[in-house]
């Protein structure tokens, strides 16, 4: 069975840091890309970083340069550092596969996520 448990959000004041955790179970970690993915209130779930299986990454341009994702293929973990907290940040977060389908795929199962709001 799939799961995806995210970790580590919360309130943080605007210039802030915060450090997301990923622990999935049920897929082939060590050869899947991974993504952290955000949905903000009213807006579509987007894809803001990306890791390959080779540790490659890429991101959305509203998060380069603030965010750094990483993996641990040895402990099936997946992490975004965030820093440089924005109030647009303020979105719940979620780890999935990092395939072009999984956006679009009306089947993709999402964890809960976790919540990061940005506040002054």
């Known amino acids: 069975q799939v799961q995806f448990v995210e970790s580590g959000g919360g309130l943080v004041q605007p210039g802030g840091s915060l450090r997301l955790s990923c622990a999935p179970s049920g897929i082939i970690f060590r050869i899947l890309p991974m993504g952290w993915y955000r949905q903000a209130p009213g807006k579509q779930r987007e894809l803001v970083a990306k890791?390959?299986?080779?540790?490659?990454?890429n991101y959305a341009d509203s998060v380069k340069g603030r965010f750094t994702i990483s993996r641990d293929n040895a402990k099936n973990t997946v992490s975004l550092q965030m820093t440089s907290l924005k109030p647009e940040d303020t979105a719940v977060y979620y780890c999935n596969v990092g395939s072009s389908s999984t956006l679009g795929n009306p089947k993709t199962y999402w964890g809960q996520g976790t919540q990061v709001t940005v506040s002054s």
């Open positions: 890791i390959f299986a080779d540790g490659g990454s």
